[in-house]
């Protein structure tokens, strides 16, 4: 009995493999970058990167104080690297090219804002970049110190000094 079970399950297993791969070699699933994604495979994206952050996102105080210096820096840092794909005070409005041609669509930050995330998700999201999405690991061009003023500044950047707040309104695309 235990056998004829084990050996069910196997085939179980076996079928919803093969099955998987003939669903795969279709073509049915969309790899096209225009395409409205799935809800499953929003929800695979989205639990795995939530884990990922629960597990290795630093829970240490950013080591960069909030300062105007730092936040002008941090501003500086997010139009040389960060403008192209998510885009500058105007928000929606200022998206590039590039920006929405790119799937998943990056958010934008002025609008979508990651001002209510963890600095120590942002540095993560930062450094180690996202797989399976246009964001980049930044881990080979930008030091540490760099990638948390950059974190800094996403934590601020909807209550700015007015230092800070004039540098961020002159970014361009």
Not at 87 to 110: C, D, F, H, I, M
Request: hydrophobic share 45%; aromatic share 6%; proline share 8%.
């Amino acid at each position: 009995m235990i056998r004829g079970f084990i050996a069910g399950m196997a085939a179980v297993i076996i079928v919803a493999l093969v099955g998987a791969y003939v669903l795969l070699q279709s073509g049915l699933i969309p790899a096209n970058a225009d395409a409205e994604p799935g809800r499953l495979e929003m929800w695979v994206a989205g639990t795995s990167l939530s884990a990922t952050l629960r597990r290795e996102a630093p829970n240490q105080p950013n080591p960069v104080t909030p300062s105007n210096d730092h936040l002008i820096e941090g501003v500086k840092l997010y139009a040389q690297h960060c403008v192209i794909c998510h885009g500058t005070a105007s928000g929606n409005a200022s998206a590039s090219p590039v920006a929405k041609g790119l799937y998943p669509r990056p958010p934008q930050l002025a609008s979508d804002g990651v001002e209510d995330d963890p600095e120590g998700e942002s540095y993560w999201k930062i450094k180690h970049g996202i797989r399976l999405t246009g964001m980049p690991s930044w881990a080979v061009s930008l030091s540490d110190r760099e990638i948390w003023t950059l974190a800094l500044f996403l934590k601020h950047m909807d209550r700015l000094p007015a230092p800070a707040q004039l540098a961020w309104k002159q970014v361009k695309n």
